[in-house]
Each structure stands twice: as C-alpha cells, then as structure tokens.
Nanobody
Framework: QVQLVESGGGLVHPGGALTLSCAASGFNWDYYALAWFRQAPAKDREAVSCVNSDSSTQSEDSVKGRFTISRDNDKHTIYLQMNSLKPEDMAVYYC????????????????WGQGTQVTVSS
C-alpha cells in the first residue's frame, strides 16, 4: 500500500534550521510530484513547496529563500531544508504525492503522509 512517512520534526529556536524527510513507497515514484504542506493550530492546511519528477520546484512566497525542497530518486525520499525558522513556521508538516504535477499540487493531492510536528520557540 501507499506509504509516505515523514521524519525530522522537532523543537528549534527562532532563526534555527531543520531538515524534514519523507520516505515514499507503494506507488510509481517516477510519475509523481511530491510536496510539503503544513497546518498550524486553528488554521487551514497550506501548501509549502513542491518538486516535480524532473526535480523542478516551486515554493510559496512565505518560505521562498528560506526553505528548499529536493528529491532523491534512488532513495524515493524528499527533503525540506528549512532555514531561518520563524515562530509562524510552527505547524504539523505533511508530505504529499501528486500525480498531476506541481502545477496543480494545491488542489489534486493523491496521497498524504501522517505529518511531523515542527515547533519553533525560544
């Protein structure tokens, strides 16, 4: 069955860095874009970044210049390198697989992971 397993969340101070990982299995990796979303308490889930099968990427304005998404096609894993973290980045971060590509990743997620908590606090 499809599995998206996130890891790497934790507590970090403002200004700090953290790298999230998402290991994928159970679907044809080569045909899917992979993405990160996040959901803060009492807020809707929001898109963060997406990486296509050709490794082209797109990111939301709130994280541009601070977060970098990447994929390892040998390990079937994606990463989210998060730098200069702010308290407003605190959320549960979810990995997602999108068959239609990053162009539609906000609307057409096929599979979700369970999430990993990122806490940004002094």
């Amino acid at each position: 069955q499809v599995q998206l397993v996130e890891s790497g969340g934790g507590l970090v101070h403002p200004g700090g860095a953290l790298t999230l990982s998402c290991a994928a299995s159970g679907f044809n990796w080569d045909y899917y874009a992979l993405a990160w979303f996040r959901q803060a308490p009492a807020k809707d889930r929001e898109a963060v970044s997406c990486v296509n099968s050709d490794s082209s990427t797109q990111s939301e304005d709130s994280v541009k210049g601070r977060f970098t998404i990447s994929r390892d096609n040998d390990k079937h894993t994606i990463y989210l390198q998060m730098n200069s973290l702010k308290p407003e980045d605190m959320a549960v971060y979810y990995c997602a697989a999108v068959r239609s590509g990053c162009r539609h990743y906000k609307q057409l997620v096929d599979y979700w992971g369970q999430g990993t908590q990122v806490t940004v606090s002094s």
